[in-house]
């Protein structure tokens, strides 16, 4: 009756002891215990089956160049652009197809098989939207990947911007980007929130900025964004993302802006170690960190969700594909260390993000893909302390990737782990 049963699983929503069962790549039953045989088992023993990580916020075409051409010396988002900005005319489609698909690699031993990708348009050539259009195709079995048509060098201020990112679309790029705060001025940076608004509306695509990346407090993009969702009809179509400015904002202006937020369904991606890395970097100290503002948003009905955004690029020399990392770093810096709060944290990098790429089957119920990742860890709390190893990842009901089982951990799973010697270690309580 199955082909499948994962036996013994711990769910996210804090469900023990499940067995799952998989039909023709699909879940087809979630309970608590499975009477029927399948050709395959998986004995879960007490571990966490989680749906698999979505990362809504990545740069594909920027990873793994640590060091071409040359190192980022300040480490700042601004150094970051001006070499990438170095990097990019020079760069060959067969380079960045190979970089791309390493990360893609990493990716799935992470259980990580969703990302969306801002893509650099820049660049009039685009042999960065050839190159990330033909890695979508290579790694559509095992992820699906969203382009997001990028103007990483403003829509307004590159000196082909616009037609640029004509062109990605027409290439077939899905999602319309902007960066509206790195315009010559504020004004250019809001008409291109409303032409790029209304570009997403006549294609009938989704939008996602990158928005108010920036301590000024007065960076107030997402305010335009939101109400240009509103008049253009793009409600839950819309992702702001970083939205750094927020940190910074005066708390009154705050309370009108979240509310209309919520009224035009934006989707927030946080982007937490990028954001920790990069903002207050003008400040002496005390020194913001610069993440929006996630729990207020959350507490306001907002859909939330943590990217990645780079792994050893111009901007980021650190960075695994490991999404838990990006939670662990989320929950630091929003202090959110609750058994609530984790959970929220976790729902930030999985169903969440799934929502704001607008994932179709995705989640543990019957009938969503039977894309699941087995960790070893026995919740939620402590995938998130441990991040630990992805024993198994399936996509569509096949095994695609497996990991051995760390060992010498202490407190692992919930219970003692054997230490170097054989010695039984029992935790002092
Ligand atoms: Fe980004």
Redesign the pocket.
């Known amino acids: 009756m199955f082909d499948l049963i994962i036996r013994n699983a711990n769910l996210p929503d804090g469900r023990k002891s499940i067995d799952i069962g998989i039909k023709a790549g699909r879940i087809a039953a979630v309970e608590r215990s499975i009477a029927a045989q399948a050709g395959e088992e998986i004995d879960a023993s007490g571990r966490l089956v989680s749906p698999p990580f979505v990362d809504p916020?990545f740069?594909l075409d920027a990873t793994l160049s640590l060091g071409k051409p040359r190192m980022n010396v300040s480490g700042t988002l601004l150094e970051g652009i001006a070499l990438w900005g170095e990097l990019r005319p020079i760069v060959t489609r067969e380079e960045l197809v190979e970089r791309a698909l390493r990360y893609c690699d990493l990716a799935v031993t992470q259980g990580l098989l969703h990302i969306r990708t801002?893509v650099d348009t820049s660049d009039p050539r685009l042999v960065t939207v050839e190159a990330m259009i033909e890695v979508r195709e290579k790694v559509a079995p095992y992820i699906d990947l969203q382009l997001v048509a990028f103007p990483q060098d403003g829509y307004y201020r590159a000196e082909a911007g616009i037609e640029a990112l004509g062109r990605a679309l027409d290439m077939g790029v899905d999602v319309v980007g902007g960066i509206p705060h790195f315009e010559r001025t504020m004004g250019e940076g809001t008409a291109s929130v409303e032409a790029l608004c209304r570009i997403a509306a006549d294609r009938g695509l989704p939008v996602d900025m990158?928005c108010d990346e920036t301590d000024d407090p007065l960076s107030r993009h997402i305010e335009t964004l939101a109400a240009q969702t509103i008049r253009f009809g793009l409600e839950g179509r819309v992702a702001g993302?970083?939205l750094t400015s927020m940190h910074s904002m005066d708390n009154y202006y705050v309370s009108k802006l979240i509310p209309l937020m919520a009224e035009a369904k934006i989707n927030v991606i946080a982007?937490p170690l990028?954001n920790i890395m990069l903002q207050g970097r003008h400040d002496t100290y005390p020194k913001r960190r610069g993440m929006t503002r996630v729990r207020e948003l959350m507490e306001a009905g907002l859909n939330v969700a943590f990217g990645h955004?780079?792994v050893m690029d111009p901007w980021y020399s650190m960075g695994s594909g490991d999404m838990l990392e990006v939670g662990h770093m989320a929950l630091h810096v929003a202090q959110m260390a609750g058994i609530e709060d984790k959970n929220r944290i976790f729902e930030a990098l999985t169903v969440n993000s799934a929502k704001t790429m607008g994932l179709e089957g995705y989640g543990m119920a019957a009938g969503c893909h039977a894309d699941l990742v087995v960790l070893q860890a026995a919740d939620v709390q402590e995938a998130l302390r441990l991040k630990p190893n992805r024993l198994v990842v399936l996509r569509r009901g096949k095994i695609i990737a497996r990991t051995a089982p760390r060992i010498g951990e202490l407190f692992l799973e919930g219970r003692p782990a054997t230490i170097d010697g054989g010695r039984d270690f029992v935790p002092a309580v």
């Open positions: 916020h740069h801002h990158h993302s970083h982007n990028i955004d780079c």
